[in-house]
């Protein structure tokens, strides 16, 4: 064999491995869903807020009842 036709059997067989190799990446795909998505949120809120004031602030209320 001459070093030409080695050279070109080198250069062959790394393409058919380069190609085979490229053959086995894999593939990934994005896609929208065909329904909706549903997101049930079954929650109970509840709140209470207290409010006390001392007797002694009651009457600076009743005082300065201009700054509120």
Do not use: W, Y
Not at 22 to 28: D, F, K, Q, R, V
């Amino acid at each position: 064999m001459t070093e030409g036709s080695e050279d070109m059997r080198i250069l062959i067989l790394s393409l058919f491995a380069l190609g085979f190799a490229a053959g086995c990446t894999p593939t990934i795909q994005v896609a929208a869903p065909k329904e909706p998505i549903e997101i049930n949120l079954n929650v109970k809120i509840e709140h209470e807020i207290r409010i006390q004031v001392d007797k002694e602030l009651e009457g600076l209320f009743e005082e300065d009842s201009e700054i509120f």
